[in-house]
């Protein structure tokens, strides 16, 4: 939640969905691994909705209108403070009563220890070692990755052309880590330019220019949202923005519009890759308790948006 305010809900998901899981394979608690995961998503997407830079629409929104940081964080305050009590609660209601034996195990003595957190007289891992998810990564590649995240954050204030920026992060990896080429996936990039193609094709059709420009006007918030669902948040702030100059309001709609189905934010396809990936036979549930989970956030917050405005 608090990290995705300051490094996105992108790379919050990379970083913890991964870890979180890694954590559940050590503490034999795998069952809750769907759950863990919808959770976590939330959170990633729910803190990052707060500030312009968690999320790439409201960067873009914020170039556009030339909104202060500090008018755009008041508009979406509510709404992260709300979903992050029912997030709250949620995760009360559900993890809360477990009896603290529920996460230990027995070692090899028969004595009952905390698995996460061995006797001091015992052997302690200093990484988690698990397939896929292995740490491996230490020392110098610490010290590139954070000059790294420098330099982005450098690009995205404008310190620094976006060209520069990506010739340097290319070089760094051919340089230091060029494996990193054959892992990423590229899938989530491609499916980003098809959104953006066949919005820029949309647009160009008269029909369609008319009918969307008389629903924005009309009710811009609730369009945002539901557009949202099938096209995803970003795509829709790009397609929306040309009709619209009710601001504040496609600002939330957009970010709540976030919520909801697997692809209103793309974001939460890195969420249910992780998982999936390491859990195949869990993608329909997984599919099941996210979906069922969002509709709950979906509902509270729209709502809450019907009583400010």
């Known amino acids: 939640f608090f990290s995705g305010m300051l490094i996105t809900n992108d790379v919050a998901l990379v970083t913890f969905v991964p870890f979180a899981i890694a954590v559940l394979t050590m503490a034999h608690m795998e069952e809750h691994a769907v759950l863990v995961g919808t959770l976590m998503t939330i959170g990633a997407n729910v803190g ?17 209108t030339g909104m202060p940081t500090s008018e755009m964080i008041g508009i979406m305050a509510p709404y992260s403070a709300t979903a992050a009590v029912l997030l709250i609660i949620i995760t009360c209601v559900i ?14 003595s028969g004595i009952e220890q905390n698995v996460l957190a061995p006797h001091s007289d015992r052997p ?150 992780n998982v999936t990936r390491a859990y195949p036979d869990k993608k329909g549930r997984y599919l099941a308790v996210y979906t069922a989970v969002n509709v709950l956030f979906v509902i509270v917050l729209v709502g809450l948006s019907w009583i400010i405005e």
């Open 95 to 108: 993890f809360g009563s477990k009896p603290v034996s529920e996460f230990s195990a027995i070692d090899g």
């Open 124 to 273: 302690q891992p200093d990484e988690i070692r698990v397939t896929g998810y292995g740490a491996g990564y230490g020392g110098w590649r610490t010290i590139v990755y954070t000059a790294l995240f420098v330099v982005c954050l450098l690009a995205v204030s404008d310190f620094i052309p976006l060209w520069l920026m990506c010739v340097i992060v290319f070089v760094a990896f051919l340089l230091c880590d060029r494996r990193v080429f054959r892992n990423v996936d590229w899938g989530l990039p491609l499916t980003f330019c098809m959104f953006f193609i066949f919005i820029g094709n949309m647009k160009r059709v008269p029909e369609f220019y008319e009918l969307a420009a008389s629903l924005v006007d009309a009710h811009p918030l609730e369009v945002a949202v539901v557009s949202s669902q099938f096209i995803s948040n970003v795509p829709t702030t790009l397609l929306l923005s040309g009709f619209c100059d009710q601001w504040r309001e496609l600002i939330i709609g957009t970010n709540l519009g976030g919520l909801g189905t697997l692809i209103a934010s793309m974001a939460s396809l890195i969420g249910y890759k």
């Open 48 to 64: 990052s909705m707060l500030t312009p830079i968690g999320n790439a629409h409201n960067l873009y929104l914020k170039a556009l």
